[in-house]
């Protein structure tokens, strides 16, 4: 039993190990079967996870907590490409072109989380601000890529 956003849920976690070609992922090492009940009287849900970890240097508990932390990623990256980056706005149909646009927005994300830091001021770190400071001025953009952290 854990908080899920001020909610009570139960989740249980079944694994075991497999082997790549059993599943036709290269790399599957484990393979869980997750069941998740948002209080008592819903429905319970079930998810299957793999992962290429063994069970001897991944125990189900982890396997677990991983599940749960995949949300770091969608409210980290994927929050900043979508709000900044306007991502899911984006109308480029071109299948080269839209490579370059994404893998620029992906450089880009963590240039402007290590400018956020040295800013003095919270109301300064501020994706338009960054992106202002940029405009026009790609010795920056440069400048940022090759200075050591």
């Excluded at 991983?66 to 770091?72: K, S, T």
Aim: glycine residues 8%; hydrophobic residues 35%.
């Amino acid at each position: 039993m854990e908080d899920n956003r001020s909610r009570r849920e139960r989740r249980a976690l079944g694994t075991r190990s497999v082997e790549p070609a059993q599943l036709g992922l290269a790399g599957a090492a484990q393979i869980g079967c997750l069941h998740r009940q948002l209080g008592q009287s819903a429905e319970i849900k079930i998810e299957y996870l793999v992962t290429s970890r063994s069970a001897d240097e991944f125990c189900a508990e982890q396997f677990l907590n991983l599940d749960r932390d995949y949300w770091g990623v969608e409210s980290g990256l994927h929050q900043r490409l979508d709000c900044s980056g306007f991502e899911d706005r984006l109308r480029v149909r071109h299948k080269g072109a839209l490579h370059i646009l994404g893998l620029f927005s992906r450089i880009g994300v963590p240039l402007f989380v290590r400018w956020a830091k040295e800013q003095p001021l919270i109301r300064e770190r501020t994706y338009p601000k960054w992106r202002e400071w940029n405009s026009g001025h790609r010795w920056h953009m440069i400048y940022q890529v090759i200075r050591p952290p």
